[in-house]
């Protein structure tokens, strides 16, 4: 049989498919549809220190090929994470991945990745610097920036919070920039574990009838299969500059989507957008890639990634 293990930084995964952040609850609502324990690994929902009620509704709409959403990290905080949700993921089975980020005080990340830090229940930490709601003005004219739109500030941020945790520190990254392997070079540079490309490209819907945004924030992270090009791109770009695991993710629905990343750099998949249409989207993946890795006689996983043929 193929192995279907990997290694991201410190973390070992039975198998490299893995459930992403906000698109998976505290995991509980998905044990009535799914065997959790056949996932790679499950990322929480984004994590702030205090608790956040989120953006204004409406947060979500259909879009060609994918959905928007603004949902603004809703979350109910550190402290009551760690009590209420982090017990009901660690029972799930799968290494719990914890995703922190702050919506304007940089060294918040630091403080969250310091209360983790000593929790065996976490297996890794996921820096979210690239959610539209965290905004970075040092070194920077324009009035507001993604950390990671600056590739300075996202070394800065990446090497305190490496001082602050020894769990293995994953930064998800942005498409919204001109270079990705700016960004991704730094982040390595300031010592992150692993890349996670992508999250949502911003974008926005409107009602032509009420003449109206259909996301009450009026722009949104756009996501789903309408992405994946884009994703796919960035991840083969980033392949080729850094040492890091790269976790691709963006339009990931079944096994043949997944396999694309491995093939363009990826060295595990998180499957996002797709858990709201097919709960059993992950399982079904990873059965797909064990099929795939028998039927070309492939030892395991680690000899698809990087294996596209130019």
């Not at 490309?197 to 409107?206: A, E, H, P, R, V």
């Not at 299969?225 to 040492?243: C, F, S, T």
């Not at 096994?255 to 595990?268: D, Q």
Request: hydrophobic share 45%.
């Amino acid at each position: 049989m193929p192995n279907l293990s990997v290694k991201v930084g410190k973390l070992k995964l039975r198998n490299p498919v893995m459930v992403s952040s906000g698109t998976f609850g505290y995991a509980e609502e998905f044990k009535d549809f799914i065997d959790l324990r056949k996932l790679g690994a499950i990322v929480s929902k984004t994590v702030t220190v205090s608790p956040r009620r989120g953006n204004p509704s409406p947060r979500t709409c259909e879009a060609p090929a994918g959905m928007l959403n603004s949902i603004g990290l809703e979350n109910p905080g550190i402290d009551a994470f760690i009590e209420k949700k982090l017990p009901v993921l660690a029972k799930a089975g799968p290494p719990v991945i914890v995703s922190i980020s702050s919506i304007d005080d940089p060294d918040e990340f630091v403080l969250l990745a310091r209360k983790l830090d000593k929790i065996k229940a976490v297996a890794a930490v996921e820096l979210n610097i690239s959610c539209p709601n965290i905004k970075h003005t040092q070194h920077t004219t324009q009035n507001s920036q993604l950390i990671s739109q600056d590739p300075r500030a996202t070394y800065n941020l990446v090497k305190k919070v490496r001082k602050a945790t020894q769990k293995t520190l994953i930064t998800k990254l942005t498409p919204n920039v001109t270079d990705i392997c700016e960004i991704a070079l730094a982040a390595e540079g300031a010592g992150s574990d692993a890349l996670a490309l992508i999250n949502t490209l911003t974008g926005m819907s409107i009602d032509v009838d009420a003449r109206r945004p259909r996301i009450a924030a009026v722009t949104a992270g756009l996501s789903g299969p309408a992405i994946r090009p884009v994703a796919l791109r960035m991840v083969w770009e980033a392949y080729q500059k850094v040492n890091i695991p790269i976790i691709g993710m963006g339009g990931i629905i079944d096994t043949a989507s997944a396999l694309e990343f491995f093939l363009a750099g990826a060295s595990a998949v998180s499957i996002g957008t797709a858990n709201f249409i097919n709960p059993g989207a992950s399982v079904e993946i990873i059965d797909g890639i064990k099929r795939y890795l028998i039927r070309d006689k492939l030892k395991g996983v680690k000899n698809l990634t990087g294996g596209l043929k130019i």
